[in-house]
């Protein structure tokens, strides 16, 4: 059974067209994570939820807001995509934050912009 | 700054052959190492996580080791199976920060 949705799979958006990705979770963690992953790179943090506690990575672009309405559900949005930002979105949740727990990530949403 | 590299980035093998995949850190002040698999177009799955007082973790036919010290860390696959292709990545986490760094994976493929 999976854990960690992801919906939808595939995403094809328009250029500066706002979209939103979703992620939900089964496993009442209280973390959950975004991840931009581009073709043969590592996964890019860009934000994480504690709880209700918002955690922005510095680097993150304006561009990318998220929203925790409950534990169960996270959504990635993206107010005005460009082609750079074409890439695999992953969502991951952990129990905590602490530094000796597993991640458990969903299978991803791809992200095409055209 | 920590940085995290896995070498080759690409390893092609013949099926039943024993397999060691390398991940090397620069800083020895980590908290645990995991490694990951990610197969085409996926999510990614943990496969085992080592603590820093660990040397090695294993399970089934995995086996993870950790050498603070030097830096590395390596995942041992024993009689490789097709089903095993997939990219395999390792990441850190230091002591003073919860994210993970990434090394950018090891494709492998394991031809019947």
């Known amino acids: 059974d999976a854990m960690v949705i992801q919906n939808p799979r595939y995403q094809v958006t328009q250029f500066g067209k706002p979209v939103t990705l979703s992620c939900s979770q089964t496993?009442?963690?209280?973390?959950m994570y975004w991840y931009q992953q581009k073709s043969s790179q590592a996964p890019k943090l860009l934000f994480h939820y504690y709880d209700k506690d918002f955690n922005n990575e510095a680097d993150t672009p304006d561009n990318f807001q998220s929203r925790r309405p409950n534990t169960s559900f996270c959504f990635l949005d993206i107010r005005s995509p460009g082609l750079g930002d074409a890439a695999m979105y992953l969502c991951?949740?952990?129990?905590?934050?602490?530094?000796?727990?597993?991640?458990?990530f969903g299978s991803g949403t791809q992200l095409s912009v055209l | 700054k920590q940085e995290v590299t896995q070498i080759p980035a690409a390893l092609s093998v013949p099926e039943g052959e024993n397999l060691v995949l390398n991940c090397s850190f620069t800083?020895?002040?980590?908290?645990?190492l995991q490694w990951f698999r990610q197969d085409p177009g996926k999510g990614l799955t943990s496969l085992l996580l080592?603590?820093?007082s660990q040397r090695e973790q294993t399970s089934g036919r995995l086996n993870a080791s950790l050498d603070k010290s030097s830096g590395r860390s390596t995942l041992y696959i024993a009689a490789s199976q097709p089903g095993d292709s997939a990219t395999y990545l390792c990441a850190v986490h230091m002591d003073s920060n919860y994210q993970l760094i990434w090394g950018a994976g090891t494709k492998l493929i394991i031809k019947p």
């Open positions: 080592i603590q820093s």
């Open positions: 991951a949740t952990s129990t905590d934050r602490a530094t000796n727990e597993k991640l458990f």
């Open positions: 800083d020895s002040a980590i908290y645990n």
């Open positions: 496993l009442n963690h209280n973390v």
